[in-house]
């Protein structure tokens, strides 16, 4: 008689179905928008003025797709290798800063994100990793805060390290949901918010961009108060204090 333990297995298979739905899931919709608008293009009936106008709908489905494609491609990426190919002295003051400036679009009023950069410190890490990570935290505060609500990007000394933190004072979020928050394509329903766009595999890069840079997201949320999102990293000396190191 063989025995054999088949319980890793059976999660994994588990695993591979959720994801196969959770992806055709996420890619009917606009792909049920896109057939719609051919369909009425391509009636002999419609106006030329109705062909033009639907032509120019397109962009928004189309857009979520690639995003998603995008994501899934990245992800894939980040979850086949959890070392850094190369690394270099991250100034996050200035990269957090950028990531502000490239979220702007998708603020809901002018100002609603506010940067504290209280440390100088660097570290060491892929930039263009590090920045997704920025993104990724500030896109998700801004898509669940409500129309009115102010979001703070803070880089921070904390003991012997330095922390990255996006805090928000939206809905929050239960406590029963935190640990599933990484999960691919997990999502709340929460009042209130403006949960729009987004793939559902943001906070998955995140989590897995982290591990590679030694580091882990942590949450703290509370109903009705809001939520912070944060991680936090070794620093290294940036060029200023290696020059004044060695000239010492």
Not at 177 to 185: A, H, M, P, S, V
Request: hydrophobic share 35%.
């Amino acid at each position: 008689m063989l025995v054999r333990d088949i319980t890793s297995s059976n999660r994994l298979l588990t695993m591979r179905q959720q994801f196969v739905a959770n992806v055709s899931h996420e890619l009917r919709t606009p792909l049920t928008v896109v057939n719609g608008y051919l369909e009425t293009i391509s009636d002999e009936t419609a106006s030329d003025e109705l062909r033009l106008k639907l032509i120019g709908k397109f962009a928004s489905p189309l857009s979520r797709m690639q995003a998603l494609v995008e994501d899934l491609l990245l992800l894939t990426q980040l979850e086949a290798s959890t070392a850094l190919a190369e690394s270099r002295e991250v100034d996050m003051s200035t990269l957090i800063t950028n990531a502000v400036e490239d979220v702007q679009s998708l603020q809901s009023y002018p100002g609603q994100i506010t940067v504290r950069c209280e440390s100088e410190q660097y570290v060491l890490g892929t930039e263009k990793e590090l920045h997704s990570v920025c993104i990724n935290l500030l896109s998700n505060a801004i898509r669940y805060s409500g129309t009115e609500g102010a979001i703070e990007v803070a880089w921070s000394d904390h003991r012997d390290r330095v922390r990255l933190s996006v805090t928000d004072n939206g809905s929050g979020i239960p406590n029963e949901y935190l640990d599933r928050l990484t999960e691919r394509f997990f999502r709340i329903d929460v009042s209130g918010s403006q949960a729009r766009g987004g793939t559902g595999l943001g906070l998955a890069i995140v989590k897995h961009i982290l591990k590679r840079h030694d580091s882990e997201l942590c949450i703290e949320s509370e109903l009705n108060r809001g939520s912070t999102f944060y991680c936090e990293f070794k620093p290294v000396l940036n060029p200023a204090e290696i020059e004044a190191t060695s000239a010492g």
